[in-house]
């Protein structure tokens, strides 16, 4: 009971989103969210504006603190500002791209430089696979590290799915 009385709970998402219709092609998220198009940025305390420039282009800004990684989601003074443009192959989405950037800063002072790259193809209800590559730029304030630019992560992830409620994947 103590316990349960020490421990205020954590807020894994709130925010209120508008617009992105037919006739709406402007969307506007606020509050604490994991972007739909970037999920790699992680949850933002923030606000994101999308445009659907075609039926198969959009682009998006977003900005905000990142909350620290562990189970408490404390909020920090990571700051963050993202862009994107996400593009799709047909009307199904059988074949997705999005490019991003984003940009942090730790009190104040210049931290992340992180281009994005995430392709995901889904050819039919029983299999599909994406994946991520992440390419950090680092500058003449970065001591350790003697390249411009290095991948520092990359996943692939294939999926079948061999009945309803069952399938296997691999990381």
């Known amino acids: 009971w103590d316990a349960l009385l020490s421990d205020p709970g954590r807020l894994d998402r709130f925010s209120y ?12 998220e606020a509050g604490r969210f994991i972007s739909q198009d970037v999920p790699e940025y992680g949850i933002v305390d923030g606000a994101e504006v999308r445009h659907q420039i075609t039926p198969r282009i ?43 950037y984003q940009k942090t800063w730790f009190h104040g002072t210049p931290d992340r430089d992180l281009a994005i790259w995430s392709v995901s193809y889904f050819p039919g209800p029983r299999f599909w696979v994406s994946g991520t590559v992440w390419g950090d730029f680092y500058t003449a304030r970065d001591k350790l590290e003697s390249v411009p630019f290095e991948i520092s992560q990359a996943l692939i992830q294939p999926v079948l799915r061999i009945d309803a409620s069952r399938g296997l994947g691999v990381n």
């Not at 989103?17 to 506007?28: N, V, Y």
């Not at 562990?70 to 791209?97: K, M, Q």
Request: some cysteine; hydrophobic content about 40%; aromatic content about 8%.
């Open 17 to 28: 989103a508008t617009g992105d219709s037919l006739d709406r092609p402007w969307r506007l």
């Open 58 to 100: 959009r682009v998006g800004v977003s900005t905000g603190l990142l909350p620290e990684p562990f189970p408490n989601l404390r909020i920090t003074d990571d700051l963050h500002i993202g862009t994107y443009c996400r593009w799709v192959a047909d009307e199904a989405e059988t074949l997705s791209t999005v490019i991003a």
